[in-house]
């Protein structure tokens, strides 16, 4: 017991200042590195002005045209229920908004509990089917790699030891909620070296996209 | 030339890498969603033209050289390598199993625009090496004749003789001063001469001053479909010299969906200014006219029409409408493909995959996609505006066997014009 509560104390404690210091430095250096290195002048006659299609690309995109949907409809499906599942669990379950006005001062209304309960079982079995339509999918199967497994397994170990705390399913507890933040220390660690920078870098990665379109007059 | 080598491919490759994409590639999840929009993978089923899979050379070289994370690797020794090798093999990828529609780029969850990442990488394909022959023959002949085809101002000398001839109308040639100075594309000039028969009636008739050049009529880039700047921007110097020196206002790009990225977007980046001149498309051009009353048709085409948009016109240049208008104003029984405008799918010869023989096979695979769209609709003819469009759906309904003839626009709009020169109202009540 002592030494569960000891461990739990050292991932509340330097862990988490190492997490955060890693993903903190890490996130900056790839967003400068994006940057520096600029696009060069367009001297195109432009169709239209680049921002405003821009950010509407950063929205729309969510959304797959009917096409798309039509043929990648478990793609689009599956992947919308995780990430909705995830956000809503990461952002808004009690402790977690609890954490965030502690590091950051800023709060909002969390969820009853059992509700975001429903969310996060409902990401564990959907995380379950992306990996399985990875491993099935000729063209996912083929494009993936090992990094791709990796952050699949730390994503889902960071919903499965919050779904395994909250339940009390691991004992003891301190031992549970450790290994929880752990995971989700781990996930912040590798979050600027691997595919979760998409986190981010999406928007940016949009708005290039809508841009450079808009400019011709098309909405991307 | 000097040699050819895996170090300049590499350059290349790094001096193309911007911020767009140090962006893209950091927000690639592979989901593979780009697959799904690709006629390439689609029509063959074969997951290695994935498209995303197709930039993994540019990806590595990103990531070994403007990655912290790429760089500690490196250092680790666990740098995945670009070699002479897998550039062998990629090129296949990047050229023969993609026309650069764009189609994937409008797809992309994340908002990667991977048309714009294969234009770059071929740069540093072409660099190392690794560009198909067909491509670097088109480019040869297009520095040295002035056309990818070899074609030279005498073929189409005898073609202005016989457009004059059947229309009665003189065919201007170098007229300082005109509004337009009209481009063309050799493939147009051999497969398609109606269209330049076509724009002299339909220019007479709207009263529009216009001009060929003896000093550069082929409004085509080799330089860009195989990914060579320094071809490119010598390609569209030819057309800024001919368009000075005639002192034209505006440059008319032909009815070829490339040309017109080439010269419209591409152009002006590859000299490194603004033109003197505005840049139209045929099409754009066309629609103008309509608008503000200076094209009078009269009687309609009472078939079942549909149309094929080419991806460089609609999806990468925003023309979309004008097409339409222009099909309404002779057209009475026109239906859309069901995925058309932005999001229509390529005929599958774009992006040089038509220069490139060894494309062949793959070629025809990725028109099914077509086909079937095609098929969906069952018009009774097709019209398009882009000259390599029009020459892959003719060969591509001929192999299936499917009884469907096709159509230029800008020649279909000529067969309606009113006989006599109009008054300037508006017949359009």
Known sequence: ???????????????????????????????????????????????????LPGFRTVLTRSVP??????????????????????????????????????????????LPNPVVDVFTAVTLFSLVATLVHRLTHPVKRHISTVEDYLVWTVVFLVVLTGYLAYHRLVNPYPLALGMHILCAEIFLIILPFTKLTHIFTTFIARWYNGAAFGRKGVQS | MSELTLE????????????????????????GICAQSCPFYLETGDPKYTPVLKLEPLRRVWEAEFTLWGRIKRILGLEQKVTDAMLAEWEELLYDSCSMCGRCSMVC??????????????????QSGHAPEGLINASIRAITTGSPMGLQWKTLAVQIKHVESSSGLVVPVDKVGAEYL????????????????????????????????????????AGIQIGNKDIAAQLVERVVAAAEALQVPKV????????FTAI????????????????????????????????????KETDRLSMHDPCNLARKSGVIQPQRNLMDLVAENFVDLDEHGKYQWCCGAGGGVSSNERAEPLKMAAFKRKKAQIEKVEPERMVTMCATCRTQLEEGLETFNMDIPVVGLTEMIADHL????????????
């Open chain 2, 264 to 299: 419209r977007w591409e152009g002006p980046n590859l000299i490194g200014r603004r033109y003197p001149f505005r840049v139209f498309h045929i099409v754009e051009v066309l629609e103008e006219l309509r608008a503000s009353g200076r094209l009078k048709t009269e009687g």
């Open chain 2, 418 to 429: 009113v006989e006599k020169t109009p008054a300037k109202d508006d017949t359009r009540a």
């Open chain 2, 182 to 221: 009209v481009l063309l594309s050799s493939m147009e000039v051999i497969n398609f001469p109606e269209y330049l028969e076509a724009i002299t009636r339909i220019f007479d008739h709207a009263g529009v001053t216009w001009t060929l050049s003896t000093q550069c009529f082929e409004a085509t880039n």
């Open chain 2, 8 to 31: 300049r491919g590499l350059a290349a490759f790094r001096a193309e890498i911007d911020a767009p994409i140090a962006a893209f590639f950091s927000s690639c999840v592979h989901c």
């Open chain 1, 65 to 110: 045209d009917p096409g798309t949907f039509q043929r990648a409809p478990f793609n689009v499906l599956v992947g919308w229920i995780w990430h909705i599942g995830f956000l809503v669990a990461l952002l808004l379950f009690v402790p977690h908004v609890e954490l965030v006005k502690g590091v950051l001062g800023i709060s909002w209304p969390a």
């Open chain 2, 109 to 126: 969850p994340v908002g990667n625009d991977l048309a714009y990442m294969i234009r770059k990488t071929r740069e540093g394909m072409v």
């Open chain 1, 1 to 51: 017991m002592n030494s569960a509560m000891d461990f739990l104390l050292w991932t509340k404690g330097p862990m988490f200042d190492i997490a955060m210091v890693i993903f903190a430095v890490g996130l900056l250096a790839r967003l400068v590195e994006i940057f520096m290195l600029g696009r060069a002048t367009n001297y195109a006659e432009p169709r239209a002005t680049e921002w």
């Open chain 2, 252 to 259: 008319i790009s032909p009815e070829c969906g490339h040309a």
